[in-house]
Every structure is written in C-alpha cells, then in structure tokens.
C-alpha cells in the first residue's frame, strides 16, 4: 500500500512542489500524519496548522503554496478538499481493485431474472422473477431484489439490501447494509376503533448516483410512487415514508425521519435526528438543524432551526418549569406595562 | 390490470352511478387521476376537487352523490377512504394473488420444526427446533425463527425478519424486512464502573393482525414477556424496550422509542419520532405529538405534544438564548410588578 | 426448570435464610412473584413491598434481613440487583446451555477464512477472505464477517450481524440481530451543487465485553479508525458516526445518534433518543438526558438536559407560541424595568 507522490498528480492534477518520488503509504488526517503520509489544508484559514503537522507532503490552496513548500513536499489546487475526495477514490482503485465479476453458486436466481454483463451476485442472494441487473452491478451477500425490480449499471448493494418488488434504482448508486427499499407506507383507515389497512400499490423509484446508508428505509407509495432524485445523499438509520420525494443532491445526517407525502426540494440538507412532518413542502436549498422538528411548509431558501438549548440539569428543570407558563408570563408581562403606562400618566407633571 | 366499474361495486359494495362496464386501470390519487382510473373523495369538505379531477370514476359520500354523478360514474358510500381501503385489498388479491404455497429447497428447516397446512418458506429461511409455523402463514427469504418460536396462521414475515426464540407472533401479522422480535432488552447492573448483563429471560408476545415496519426492533422482556396486543401498528425504525406492554389498536409512526417497561394503553397514536421513557403508563386513547418527549404518566385521554417550534435560524438562536434565562426573566418579571405594586400605593390618591 | 434455593446460594454467595430444599422454578418480578419464584429487593427503602410479595423468595441487602427472614426464605446480599444479575446469567448457563460448537454446513467460509477451536458458524453466514474468528465464537445464521475482519474469542454475533471489511470486534463481545459494523461513513466533498464521495478507508475497533443493540450502526473512520472501548453498551437503533471514540463502560439507550468525529468520555451515559452532533468532546463521567441534543462539547462531569417538557396541545400551542417571541418579551421586559425605576426615582421622596 504505498504509491509515489508523482503518481498522485498524474491521475488527479495539481501542481507537484517536491520530489515526485515521495513515497506515500498512507492518507491521514493533518493532526496525527506522519512523514510517509498525505494529508489536506482545505483553506488558507488553517494555515497555522502548517507549522505542527509532520505529514510527508500536503495538498494545499494556492494561498499556502509558499509556506506549505517551505517546510516540505506539497500538492497545490484549488479545492483541497475536492481533491482530497477525488484522491480517496482513486486510493481505493489502487488499492482494492474491484473483484472479477461472479455469480456465487449459493445465489437464488429467478429463471427470469435478466443479468447484463459483468453482474456479480454474492452467495445467498436472491434475485426475484423479472428483475433486471444492470451491467457491472454488484450485490451483496444475503441481499434480495424483488420481482420486476430494476438495479441501475455499476449500482453496488451491500450485504443484506432488500430491494421490493417494482422498485427502481438507478446507476452508480450504493446502498449500504440493511437497507430496505419498498417495504409497505403506513397507511390504515381506521374504522371502529381498528386500523383497516390500506395496501401500498406504488413503488420506489431511486435515481442516479444514489447513495443510502445502513438500515435506512424507503417506502413505497400507496398508489404513485416515493421519488429519490438523482445524487441524493442519505446516511444510516433514515426513515423516509410513502410519497415522499426528495430533490436532486439533497442530503439527510442519520436518524432522520421524513412523513408521508412530504416534498423536500433540491441542494437541502437536513441534519441528524430531525423530523419532517407530512404532508409539508420544503423550497430547494432548505437547510434543516439537527433534531428541528419541520412542522410547517418553508418557501424560502435558507437555514431553519428549532430545539431545546441544552444544559446543566438543574438549570434546565427551572427553565422548562417556567416555560409550561410562559404565556402567562407573557399576559403577565402585559398587565405590568399597562400599569406602568397608568403610573406614568398619573405621575408625569401637569 | 383493468377491472370494470361494476366488479368493484359486485365486490365491495356501494351505490354504483354509472356504467358498470367502465374499465379501471389503476386507483389513483384524485390530483393526478386520468380517465381510465378510480380515486376517491373522503369527505363533502373537499367537494370543490369534483371539478377539477379528471378521474375516470370516484368513490364519494352521499352527501356528494348529486354533484359527483352529474361529472360522472361514481359510487356512493357512506365512508369513502374505508371503501378505499377495502378497495386497495381487493385489487391487490385480484391483480396479485398469492403464489402457491411451497418450501423453498434452500431453506434451512430444523427437523423438529412444526409447519401447518399451507405454509411458504422462502430461500434461505432459518426454522428453529421445535418452532410451529401456522397455517398459510409465509415466511421470507432470510427470515429466521427461533427455537420454540411461534408464528400465527396466515401472518406474512417479510425477508430477513428475525423472530426469537420462545417470541410468539399471532395471526394475520405482517412483518416487513429487517423487523428484529425478541432481542435482548438494555439491562445491565452496574459494579465497580462496569455494567454486568441480566439476562433476557421473558419473551415478545405480540397478537393478531399487528403489522410491524421495516427495521422495527422489539426486546424481550427482563422475566417476563413485552407484550403487543391485537390490532396495534408500528411503522418503520421503532424501538419497543423490554417489558413494554402496547395497548390493542394502538399506532406508532416511524423512529418512536418506547424505553423499559412503559405500559401504553388501546388505541392511542405515537407521532413519529416520539420518545416515551420508561416505567410510565399511558391511559387508553392518548395522542402523542410527533417528536414529543413523555415523561411523565399520562392517566387522562387527550392529545399531548411538546416540541420546540422550529423557526429561521437567527430567530431561534436569539429565543434560545433567552430560553436559558426563562427562570431569571420570571423572578425579574415578578421583581418588577411588587415595583409597580408599591409605586401605585405610594402614588394612588389618598 | 427448577432449581433448589440451595444451589443458588452454592454457586452465587450470600447468606441463605430459609431451607435449601426449597424448589425455584422461575425468576419474577417482585409484585407478579408466585411461591415457587425468586425475586429481588434492591433497596431497604422498598421494604414495604416485603408485605405484598407472594415470592417463595427473595433476594435482600442486610438491612432487611430480619423483616425478609420472617416472611419466608431469603438470600441476603450487600448488592441484590448486581446478586440478581449474576443470577440471570447462572439461570441461564443452568437451563440454555451453548449447543456443541458446529460450522454449519450451509455457511459461506473462504478457504482463507481462520476458524479458531470451538468456533460455532450458523446456517448462511458468510466468512471472508482472511476472516479470523477466535475460539468459542458463535456466528449466527446470516452474518456476514468480511474479509481481513476479526472477531474475538467468545463473542455472539447473533443473525444478521455484518461485520465489514478490515474491523474489528474484541473478545466476549454480544452483537444482536440487524447490526451493522463498518458500513462507509457519511463523507462528502460539496462540487459544483453535487457530493463527491470521500472513500471511507478507515475501520471499526471495538474492544472487549461490549454489547451492541439490534440494527444499530456504527460506520468505519474516515481516515483512521472509529474506536469504541471496553465494556460499551449501546441499545438497539442507534447511529455511530465516523471516527467517533466511545470511552469505556459507557451506555447508550435506543435511538441515539452520534455525529462524526464526536468524542464521548468513558463511563457515560447518554439517554434514548438523544443526539450528539459532530466534533464535540463530552468528558467522562457526563449524563445526557433522554432526547437530549448536545451541541457543544461539556468538559464538566454532570448531569445535562435539553428537551421540550410536554403538555395538553392546547397549552403547548400558547407557550410555543410565545416562545417565539421570548427575545421579544426580554427586550419589554427590560424596558419596563426602566420605566419602573424612572416613575420610582420620580416618586420617591425628596
């Protein structure tokens, strides 16, 4: 696991100041890389971590160009932490070459099932009646791709992926273990006290360059379908229910939860643990804090938050007391200022 | 994938207006329905919605029957998201019958397992020892049932679903993939820093016709069972602690937590993302807010909700910091009006 | 299932008050506790439930010894919850002893796969290429160990465990259904409105006795490794970042979400459903309330809180209301504040 400096800028770019011939034999984080190491300065605002890092050689902005050569090998460009990304991909080509393509004799295949070129099937697969696989897709052991589902080219799903019956996942995309896409949406009439369940008829469909962390789930729809848009980002443990449709490059943290039929634009990006209530509309470019409870539609781009400060316990049990009177104190508050006023009238001179 | 008008009323029931030979393709949402579709209006409120729909046909109440019949074909119930509801079940037994029961050759069977007349076991499925299988019952792909586990008649274990061993599942249920029963509870005592294990020794006792989601885990209980009554439905990523006991016809939406030994009664609803602590007791027909936190016992039926209302960034940090002062502004406030107080005495006429 | 109170007390200590012959047939809940059934009291001050209980026995620290002693049979110990633990675990080494180590002749196991002595694998695991299992592990059906992982002697991984590439579990480890170890972390590099993925080419280790929930999630390190120590106990559901460090003998309850690179000290807990963003540090020995959102790293051991406290709707819709403006009411607050003191400097006597 080691690769010359030089080879680095000869399959990503960037100016090379240094001896092409460093030899790098691992990618590490500035605080802790070591002399055979590559590290990253993504802004010129962290310049003064030049000075401790003992990495080999850095990738820097063209701001640091000069002080980053001074104390030794560097990569220049103008994204670092671009770069940084690009150079964790191409790492992991060298590194870890993808396995010649195979179908695990211990798969379960549909007689029906169409796989295109260059699939490989990991053992105790089970691959449904009409499902299509596309060129070069990989999935994993123990994963389950339902009748009539389609995986897209070059799509990955790791181990222990269910993919139900008619779903659609596009290209390139890569689903993490656990995930379930197109189990039922939750939806019951209630009648005489019971839940009479209504059977979910749509689908999933997931576009390209998709990518979805370990046991998070995607409902189907009830009669149209849950939409993912091309190059949505979603982390582990997200709960996305029927109907939802989530625009192009959105990004959700872990935990997530997203009601039914809610609509969340392009480019947001909602934080850890928040909730989206149904039924909602979020604009593209909607940025959601962390454990924010949507409860609202928002029409205007911009950054949204809404929790409890936390705090030491015993403060905490004070404010959150008052807090079940605020309104009180509110009417209270009121009340004072109107006496003021009459004080203030009964008092000023003549 | 086309029925006539007439069959669904032959089926279900209603007042058919119209021609019993107009062919339905699909059931539909009524915003996007075409003329070959069936969508339906739940209440006289939404009436205006019969002018613009392009539905082929719609299921309507009576109170709507003059208007809807004057559009077009429809049928006349008195609660018309229940038809659909039923509605949805019969198109799906029409259009998607079960497969023929069979025992998939891969399937790993204990010898001393006991399956009924009628039971699907799916490629890969693991049966405990001494485990009984009810009539008709399906069991998915990778579905595993532990030793001495029971599975009610006709209730469906989606792929991958885990059901452990002594854990009891009713009749009618279904379970969608990745569902986790019978997992040991969180109980630990603490010695000397450490945390020692208590074993698990109960079991998950859940009844009929409960329908649990995708990644859904429910623990066993410490000595003995967590219990699911009848009729109770839980969405997706739901965490039921040990000991638990949720009360018939009950519902959770996604991401709810349910800690240790908490006592939820019939017919309550849980918003998504809702936590409920442990030991409590909720009375029957309680309604949690989505991502409300209980912590106290609720002995009243009502509805209760306790979230911080989300609002642009900006705003919400200048009223959380306020928020951590809330105590302080009550004690000012009360400073202020025994102030105004003592000025009106000294200033109020003789 | 049945043990004389004489063997107990043989294999466990404490004092037995009462006759050894006495037959045990089950551990109980105090208040459900039948005569034939062993339950605990924890503390002298629920001595009280000594009058109801209608256990055959009990288990009591030395200051009930007396009272216990004339109810009936008891067995008297400085520490009855950490005595009943151990109980838990001799009751169930006595009834559910480890079936014989077996490979299971379903599974999936590269030839380069190590199986130390002992090693039991269930049906339709799969064991990867350089996979070294330690001796006594029990590998569940479905698990998926990958390759160049290791998993140390005497740990369960329960079905459906994934373990990915390069990580590691410690020795006498409890892995329960659902979980995945090593799935990527949430790494991406923002490029023109799309996210380049940052490969994930760190691992996880995890040290020993730790026991981690159903289908919780602990994803591999960016760069260097996600760490979590010795003695962690981590519920169901919960979310690990990236390059998170768990410190030793710390809890977590259900639902909690962890962001990346966040440090948590050891002998923590952190309460269901709460979340701790990114990058902090929480030293030992900190408490984080149930739904309880940490957004700024606590270098003080203690108790923390942060959540809304819940209310009737009603109620809660007036002071949520109100709390939007609680900046607001400072500012009108401080101004009649002013205004007080003005009327009181004009009023008062000369």
């Not at 310049?47 to 063209?62: D, Y």
């Not at 939860?257 to 909602?280: E, F, Y």
Request: hydrophobic share 45%; with cysteine; proline share 5%.
């Amino acid at each position: 696991m080691a690769r010359p400096l030089g080879s680095v800028v000869a399959a990503l770019g960037g100016t090379l100041m240094g001896p092409a011939e460093l030899v790098i034999r691992r990618l590490a984080p500035l605080a802790t890389a070591c002399e055979d190491e590559l590290a990253f300065i993504a802004q010129a605002r962290y310049a003064s971590q030049l000075q401790t890092t003992q990495a080999g050689a850095l990738i820097v902005p063209p701001a640091l160009q000069e002080a980053a050569a001074q104390r030794g090998a560097c990569i220049v460009t103008d994204d670092p932490y671009l770069y940084f990304a690009r150079l964790t991909q191409w790492w992991t080509r060298e590194h870890d070459p993808a396995e010649p393509a195979a179908i695990d004799a211990l798969a379960s295949l549909h007689p029906t099932a169409e796989l295109a070129d260059g699939v490989s099937i990991g053992p105790f697969a089970v691959i449904g009646a009409r499902a299509r696989i596309g060129r070069g897709a990989r999935i994993g052991a123990h994963a389950v791709v339902g009748a009539d589902a389609r995986i897209g080219a070059d799509t990955r799903l790791h181990a222990r992926v269910s993919v139900g019956e008619r779903c659609v996942v596009g290209e390139r995309g890569i689903l993490h273990p656990g995930v379930v896409i197109g189990a039922d949406g939750f939806g019951f009439a209630p009648h005489q006290g019971q839940w009479i369940k209504i059977e979910q008829l749509g689908a999933v469909r997931i576009g390209d360059d998709v990518e979805i962390g370990a046991n998070t789930c995607i409902d189907r729809g009830a009669l149209d379908d849950t939409v993912i848009e091309d190059g949505v980002k979603l982390d582990n443990l997200i709960q996305i229910g029927h109907n939802v449709h989530v625009g192009a490059h959105t990004a959700m943290a872990g935990c997530v939860g997203v009601a039914g039929s809610a609509t969340i634009g392009a480019h947001c990006t909602i934080g850890g643990g928040a909730v989206v209530l149904g039924h909602l509309t979020l604009a593209d470019g909607v940025h959601v804090s962390a454990a924010s409870v949507v409860t609202r539609s928002i029409a205007k781009p911009g950054h949204y938050t809404g929790m409890f400060p936390i705090d030491d316990n015993a403060s905490w049990e004070k404010n959150a007391a008052s807090l079940k009177q605020l309104n009180r104190l509110r009417e209270r508050l009121k009340a004072a200022e109107q006496a003021i006023a009459l004080v203030q009238k009964n008092t000023s001179p003549p």
